[in-house]
């Protein structure tokens, strides 16, 4: 009469298999790690929009935004940043069905519509600081450039990232760890529309109306 007996496992198996290194799909925490980034942006963005509706209404008896806000070109500034974003998707349209020069082209029209965006934005920070509507000058000043400044530095950013991208776009072509670039960035580059929109409702077109 046979006995059967269950071997016990082998603690060296089983530090080796707990050790062993697992293997994900490339660039599976790429998109992960980004949105994390994405929603850290959201938090601070909304402490500056918190910040501006708190001390949007401190004007220490000086100007407010109805005496220096131009609504009419913080409009076409608006336009500006809205078919960038419009042209960066027939950027990626072009990417996936792996054309090359289109997509550099789209990208290029992002870029001038990016710049031509920061340009009237450094445009209107002049005025307002010649005017001596400076960020010292009030409560709402200091929030509307802290606010305002930093979405511009966004931009800012982003343009300096679409350019290297182009610059790997026309190199390397688009292979999967540039689309997955490409698709953060593309990200990032919404996200900033957004952003914007709530900045031109809530500071300029509520501030103004």
Sequence with gaps: MSTMTN???NPLEATYWDTKPHHHEEGASTGL?????????CLMFAVLFA????????FAAGPGPKELFDLGLVAVNTAFLLLSSI???FAMLALYAKRQGPAL???AVTLAFGLAFLAVELYEFHHLIHL???????AFLSAFFALVGTHGLHVTFGSIWLVTMMVQIKRYGATGPIMRRMTCLSMFWHFLDVIWIGVFTFVYLLGVI
Excluded: K
């Design 7 to 9: 071997a016990s496992p």
């Design 132 to 138: 001596g509507a400076g960020p010292q000058r009030s």
């Design 33 to 41: 790690g980004f949105w994390v980034y994405l929603m850290s942006d």
């Design 51 to 58: 910040g501006y509706g708190v001390l949007g209404r401190s």
């Design 105 to 107: 082209g789209w990208l």
């Design 87 to 89: 042209t960066f998707g």
